[in-house]
C-alpha cells in the first residue's frame, strides 16, 4: 500500500514539490466547500462577514480551484520555468490579496481563518524564491 501512495508523488528530489502537492489538495477541499457554505469564508473574513456572501464565496471558490490546478501542476512539472514561476506568482497574487484584505480593506482579521492563508503564501514563496536554482538552473 505504501508503494502505491509513493507512486503517486511527484518525481522531482526535495520536499517542494509533495509540499505543493499538499497544498493543492488542501486547496482543493477549500474550493469545494466555498461552493457549499460561506461558515469557513466568514472566518477569513471576520471584520465584515457579512460581506462574504454565497456568490462572493463561490468567486473565491473559482480562484482557489485554479491555484490549486497551477500548484498540482507545478508539483509534477516542477522543472519547467514557466509552471515554476506562475506557482510561484499564485502564491504572490493570493497572499497579496490576504494581506490586502487585512491591512487595506480592513475586511479580514488576524487569527486562526487568516493564519492559514498568510502562513502558507509566506512559507510556498520564500520556499520557492530560495529553491529557484535547485528546480530550475535559473
Known amino acids: 500500500m505504501l508503494s502505491t501512495l509513493a507512486a503517486l508523488l511527484p518525481p522531482d528530489q526535495g520536499l517542494l514539490p509533495p509540499w505543493l502537492l499538499f497544498i493543492s489538495a488542501v486547496s482543493l477541499f477549500n474550493s469545494a466547500q466555498n461552493y457549499t457554505t460561506t461558515s469557513l469564508t466568514k472566518r477569513v473574513y471576520a471584520e465584515q462577514p457579512e460581506q462574504a456572501t454565497p456568490l462572493s464565496a463561490r468567486t ?7 491555484s490549486s490546478i497551477i500548484r498540482l501542476y507545478a508539483a ?15 502564491y504572490v497574487i493570493g497572499l ?3 494581506v ?6 480592513r475586511t479580514a482579521r488576524l487569527g486562526p481563518g ?8 509566506s512559507v510556498s514563496i520564500a520556499w520557492m ?4 536554482e535547485f528546480y530550475v538552473g535559473t
Open 76 to 90: 509534477y512539472h516542477i522543472t519547467n520555468p514557466q509552471v515554476y514561476q506562475i506557482a510561484l506568482y499564485s
Open 96 to 98: 497579496a490579496h490576504f
Open 114 to 121: 487568516l493564519a492559514g492563508p498568510l502562513v502558507v503564501g
Open 100 to 105: 490586502s484584505e487585512w491591512l487595506i480593506f
Open 60 to 66: 473565491f471558490g473559482t480562484w482557489t480551484g485554479l
Open 129 to 132: 524564491v530560495s529553491q529557484r
